[in-house]
């Protein structure tokens, strides 16, 4: 059992749960020897779903849990008064050491809120940013900040832009990823007060290779490895990459079977576009971790199907296996004593 990861799944989170969170368990649960899954949530309804397939039972267990948090509720009353929720119940298996790792596509203030208080943040980590994976051109780039915090300082950028590094080159091998700003012009003095007082925190930065600024239309060009933004942009950015994806997906296959021709002619590059295609699934890269916490918390979309959900908690074997948070702590430690 020790050279498991243990990973609590918050069951009853998401548009599609229990459903989409059982199958995606299971099907992580089949790929990986080494992983232990706990399901938290109403028990009658997971297993009802968990009868609909063949898995190790002996490497899956149901946390009882009779609430949800709700998407609309406010998240602190939420993680407070619903003591016995799902998302509360996996978290709680996070901050007693019996799980290595929490992935929920639940409520997003709730997460963030739990996640800090039944976490809690590394020493030296100023804010915890949501950082989910985005495809690019020349492959992925992470986007950090997406979601956590909206009224971030400068400082709070730089340990961003750090933490963003650090998982960059760790989990997916990109040496000494570029590290780029968002903002309105590639200029240095452009953009608002946030931006013009970070710029050259980054740049004194010693431990990071930071490339300045970068326009949003550049992103998906993939011009930086590691996005750097606070919430409010970050989230902007994550949803029209996502929306505008999605169209120009529907456009293409309408414009595929708008004729005999293009029928024929699809059928001729279906295999190419689809492999091309699913480089920009967002899907398949899992969900976003929240960095900076001691323990490992992941938020998936709160659509998210069973395929996110799968690669959502493989994603947490990965981090248990690099020590993320470790590296993070150990970074930020220095920094401190600099």
């Known amino acids: 059992m020790s050279k498991l990861v243990r990973v609590a799944v918050d069951a ?3 548009d599609h749960a229990p459903q989409a969170i059982v199958q995606g368990a299971v099907d992580a649960l089949q790929m990986r020897n080494d992983l232990f899954i706990f399901l938290a949530g109403r028990e009658e309804a997971i297993r009802t779903e968990l009868a609909k397939y ?4 002996e490497r899956v267990q149901i946390v009882p849990a009779t609430e949800v948090i709700e998407t609309g509720e406010p998240p602190v009353h939420a993680i ?4 016995d929720s799902s998302m509360v119940a996996a978290l709680g298996l996070l901050r007693k050491g019996e799980a290595d790792a929490f ?3 639940g409520s997003t203030g709730a997460v963030l809120v739990g996640g800090q208080l039944f976490a809690g943040k590394l020493k030296g980590v100023e804010r915890a940013p949501l950082a989910p994976l985005i495809p690019t051109a020349k492959g992925n780039a992470l986007l950090i900040d997406c979601g956590a915090n909206v009224d971030a300082r400068p400082s709070h950028l ?3 832009a750090r933490m963003g590094s650090i998982y960059m080159e760790s989990i997916m091998g990109v040496k000494s990823p570029r590290v780029a700003l968002v ?17 050259p925190l980054l740049k004194a930065c010693k431990d990071i290779h930071f490339v300045g600024n970068i326009e949003a239309r550049d992103i998906p060009a993939g011009q930086a490895d590691v996005v750097v933004c606070e919430a409010f942009v970050g989230n902007v950015i994550l949803k029209m990459y996502e929306g505008v994806g999605n169209a120009m997906i529907k456009k293409i296959k309408e414009g595929m079977m708008s004729s005999l021709r293009s029928k024929v002619g699809a059928l001729l590059i279906k295999p190419a576009l689809k492999a091309t295609l699913k480089d920009f699934d967002v899907s398949q890269y899992g969900g976003a971790p929240l960095l900076g916490l001691k323990g490992l918390v992941v938020k998936s979309h709160g659509s998210s199907d069973a395929n996110e959900i799968k690669n959502s908690i493989l994603q947490c074997i990965q981090f248990k296996e690099q020590n ?3 590296k993070i ?10």
């Open 329 to 338: 702590k150990e970074h930020m430690n220095t920094e401190e004593e600099r």
């Open 12 to 14: 009853m989170g998401g």
């Open 80 to 83: 407070r008064s619903k003591k």
């Open 324 to 326: 993320i948070s470790e």
């Open 183 to 199: 903002n309105i012009g590639a200029e240095e003095e452009k953009g608002n007060a946030l931006v013009k007082e970070t710029y």
């Open 54 to 57: 063949t898995y190790p039972a």
């Open 158 to 160: 730089v340990q961003f």
């Open 103 to 105: 992935v929920s596509a």
